[in-house]
């Protein structure tokens, strides 16, 4: 069965393989304690042709291959699982993408310098878009008070807009990354993911469309948030899309890919806080996934060092004690960007804490008494502070 917490103050229980806790978005347990991701990592391994898949990768590019003017269009957030992917299609597959970078607003310095260096090297054509500020401000305030989570306009806007440049260059096929069955279980290895507008719907907009904003924020309009919502079906049908995930087709290492883009587009990692710096690969896009990192602990009772524990621990790199040591050091600490964001945002911490507390996930109960403040970002002084 699935394994306690020692929390004094509450029961939850954990995988007992990866150690994730009931808290987490999907997560089940079978009779032996195993949680469903655990099984879908294992379904992964074990039981998909992964030869087979990947002549059907082979298929599905030529079918699109050199009949538009991009063979296909690559979202690109400047991450590990996006460069991997940019590199992958082009150098083994050789397809003519076009990249494109939704950009929330809070892209560090050296992703914006790896960015640079990886179109360089691929010699691809790259397309990016940046929101308006004012709008972005006001949106994630309203995400932040009701789903306890500020990102509602990058989750969007990363799946959204890219469609509306396929939509626009008349380019059908759309790869994404890594499938969300890496990770949770809103869909499972022993399913084709289509990232279209169900999946939009399921889990990437947390239940908040675009016109359904309208209605919570005062001065935002339609056209305001135009690049944040999904383009209708009767357009993508017309140009007869398909948006799937690369490691649909292919199996999926973070470890292995970050090592590869690392050796052969010069890529670099950095420090992220609440993150292991041997973990120099994970999350290293945005300036505020420290604070995204540390809500989900005040209301789930786990980090991102957990998160990444439970990714060695299926793949066999880690023991239980060592990821216990870890997650017990680097997780749950207020991290200094948390000052940045809330000087963004016009909020004070104590508003910010009640928010976090009013969506805390049960039977998790955080204890503020028991926070320690993280170190700042060697990068924080290059960060824009315009409000």
């Not at 994730?20 to 089940?28: A, N, R, V």
């Not at 990102?151 to 380019?171: D, E, L, Q, R, S």
């Not at 970050?258 to 052969?264: D, F, N, Q, R, V």
Request: charge should be positive.
């Amino acid at each position: 069965m699935a394994v306690q917490s020692d929390c004094s103050t509450c029961s939850v229980r954990h995988c007992s393989r990866c150690l994730l806790p009931e808290t987490q978005e999907t997560i089940t347990y079978d009779k032996e304690g195993v949680c469903n991701v655990c099984r879908q990592v294992e379904f992964k391994k074990t039981k998909i042709d992964w030869a087979a898949r990947e002549e059907e990768l082979r298929a599905l590019i030529d079918g699109y291959r050199g009949k538009y003017d991009y063979d296909c269009i690559i979202p690109y957030s400047g991450g590990k699982d996006s460069t991997y992917t940019v590199y992958k299609l082009v150098k083994d597959y050789g397809v003519k993408p076009l990249v494109v970078t939704f950009d929330h607003g809070f892209l560090r310095p050296q992703t914006l310098e790896n960015t640079k260096r990886t179109m360089k090297t691929l010699g691809v054509d790259y397309h990016s878009f940046t929101p308006s500020w004012k709008v972005v401000k006001k949106v994630m305030l309203e995400s932040l008070k009701r789903k306890g989570d500020f990102c509602w306009h990058c989750h969007t806007g990363i799946f959204a807009y890219p469609m509306h440049v396929a939509i626009k260059f008349n380019v059908p096929l759309v790869f994404w990354g890594e499938p969300s069955a890496e990770y949770t279980s809103y869909y499972g290895y022993d399913e084709k993911e289509e990232v279209d507008e169900k999946r939009f719907n399921r889990f990437v907009n947390l239940g908040i469309t675009a016109e359904d904003m309208v209605g919570m924020v005062k001065g935002v309009t339609m056209r305001d948030l135009k690049p944040f919502t999904y383009p209708s079906l009767k357009e993508l049908k017309a140009i007869k899309y398909r948006s799937v995930c690369l490691g649909s087709y292919i199996p999926w290492d973070p470890k292995k890919n970050s090592e590869l883009i690392k050796k052969e587009l010069g890529w670099m990692g950095n420090t992220v806080e609440g993150v292991p710096p041997e973990y120099y690969y994970e999350k290293v896009e945005c300036m505020f996934e420290g604070v995204r990192d540390y809500l989900k602990y005040i209301k789930r009772g786990f980090g991102r060092t957990a998160h990444l524990m439970s990714l060695d621990l299926r793949n066999g790199r880690i023991s239980q004690e060592k990821a216990r040591e870890l997650i017990a050091k680097y997780d749950g600490k207020r991290p200094a960007s948390l000052d940045v964001f809330l000087e963004y945002l016009g909020i004070t911490e104590g508003e910010f804490m009640e928010i976090a507390l009013s969506h805390v996930v049960a039977p998790h109960k955080h204890d503020p008494s028991k926070v320690k403040g993280g170190e700042p970002l060697p990068d924080m002084g290059k960060w824009d502070r315009t409000k």
